[in-house]
């Protein structure tokens, strides 16, 4: 049985004057089957390539919250009583979680059609509006949700994933969520870090940008330890900087680990061990 949905295109603006934009999302609703869902991209290498470079902890935190928003309201509509009717128009559903305003962050104009599978038909829409977009093969870079993949394959062999769990570090001028974290007597966070980026003077940026984040963050009271998940340039022309950044990174407060890419599977193997020896 086919179904009535409507969608809309989760829209990065960055001129609201000239209506520049670049999509990084797509929501689908379907209210006869109580259907709600998104999917976005954490990638934030295109939007810098086309404008300018971005925060990427702040761009990656905001679509994340945007798609677990509209997911928390897919389940609360799924479990809703029968007599309860839905909401009708997609865009007073997706306000609840982005108003439409001014911000970077807008929503599309909704589309819409008939489908047999929801879930499959939102994939397919993501997959043309988005991800066409972002394919490898014209990234000049990877960020680090690319890095993480590296590591996340032998985690997920080992079914380690479950374990790691956003924490939020405050300190008394800054606070920091890292989204992977355990506690085993102190908290152990790990970040993936992709140094393989278009130009060696964002390498370098991007290492003193976390060395002054780690500075504010190490007046907390809490005790954490920062395991930084490598992930190095392809271009050897850029190795020069990428050791650099190293040496700059090793200066962070705390004495943090470093693990690089080729060191994924026993990383994942030493993280197994730990957690079989001293519970989760």
């Keep these: 049985m086919k179904v009535a949905y409507s969608f809309s295109v989760l829209r990065y603006v960055h001129d609201p004057v000239s209506a520049e ?3 990084i999302g797509v929501a689908l609703y379907s209210p006869e089957v109580r259907y709600l869902n998104a999917v976005c991209t954490p990638r934030y290498g295109r939007v810098s390539k ?12 905001m679509t994340r919250y945007i798609e677990s928003r509209i997911e ?34 807008q929503f599309s104009q909704a589309g819409g059609g008939f489908t047999s599978a929801p879930e ?9 509006y988005v991800e066409k977009y972002t394919s490898r093969k014209t990234a000049p870079s990877r960020d680090d949700e690319d890095v ?6 032998p985690l997920e062999k080992l079914n380690l994933t479950q374990y790691l769990k956003p924490k939020r570090i405050i300190a008394p001028d800054y606070d920091y969520q890292f989204e992977r974290a355990r506690k085993n007597r102190v908290w152990h966070a790990y970040e993936p870090m992709s140094f393989d980026l278009a130009d060696s003077s964002y390498i ?3 290492a003193t940008h976390w060395r002054g984040r780690m500075t ?16 190095q340039p392809h271009e050897a022309k850029l190795r020069d900087a990428f050791v650099k950044a190293k040496n700059i990174l090793h200066k962070i407060p705390g004495k943090p680990e470093f693990v690089d890419e080729n060191e994924a599977e ?7 061990k730990e957690i079989d020896e001293h519970g989760s």
């Design 21 to 23: 934009f670049i999509n």
């Design 50 to 61: 086309v404008f300018e470079p971005i925060e990427g902890d702040h761009f990656r935190q």
């Design 72 to 105: 928390e309201l897919g389940q609360k509509m799924k479990s809703g009583l029968p007599f309860e009717l839905p909401i009708e128009d997609i865009a007073k559903v997706l306000a609840q979680v982005l108003p439409p305003d001014d911000s970077a962050l």
């Design 120 to 128: 499959k038909t939102l994939n397919e829409l993501y997959e043309r």
């Design 148 to 153: 993480w993949k590296v590591y996340k394959a």
């Design 204 to 206: 370098v940026e991007k």
């Design 216 to 231: 504010n963050l190490a007046d907390s009271d809490e005790k954490f330890k920062l395991h930084i998940l490598l992930g």
């Design 266 to 272: 026993q990383f994942a193997a030493e993280l197994k």
